[in-house]
């Protein structure tokens, strides 16, 4: 069951050096307006996300990995050849994910932060994939315990996932920081892995870029 905060605990956190709001690329609203963007695409999903929601309604910082109690992370699903799609294990959680991650101050746009994950992660080329939709295909709230190590208080993520195709790019050098392995699954195995998000990035239309998957 997801932890849901308190109103009190809605402020938002200190600003920390080199990370204020205005020096990141990807502002509150652009956020707000993805996640609006998939909630009409995906209506039912609103229930599970109403928590999100008010928080984006009620204003505050959630782009920085230090911004609490929620912030957004990305995820990439890269589908090869429509036949099987790209997963990571990951590190910390010690399960298998779609490569994914924390933004950067330097990303434009939410599916730059998806393809710079993707490329990072797994060693797989920008160049070698296309996105196949502009609007993310998940968006998925889930609650993150605490890292006293790290200092890191119990928080929410708001994820945000990005659907991106390919030919025949194939996994380079992986973040060993971040991932332990990176490897194609069946989508059909990667659904009953995963989850339904799989589905989702195999029956999105595409590509959206006017670019060629190679």
Known sequence: ???HPEPHQTAVSP???GEESDDWSISHGDIAREV???LERYPD????????????????????????????????LLVRADTEI??????????LLQPGGHLEPTDATLIDAALRELSE???????KVVPVSRAPVYVEYGRVPARPAKGEPEHHHLDLGYAFTTLNAEVGHVQESEVTGADWYPLAE????????????????????????R
């Open 1 to 3: 069951m997801l932890h």
């Open 15 to 17: 600003a920390v050096p």
């Open 36 to 38: 609006a963007a998939y």
């Open 45 to 76: 999903d609103a229930t599970l996300l109403s928590e999100p929601t008010q928080q984006l309604a009620r204003g505050g910082r959630c782009t920085s990995r230090h911004d609490y109690p929620m912030h957004v992370t990305v995820g990439a």
């Open 86 to 95: 790209l997963l990571v294990q990951h590190r910390a959680y010690g399960i």
């Open 121 to 127: 992660e797994t060693g797989v080329g920008p160049g």
């Open 190 to 213: 990667a659904e009953s892995l995963v989850g339904h998000r799989i589905q989702r990035a195999a029956i999105v239309p595409g590509p959206a870029s006017g670019g060629e998957a």
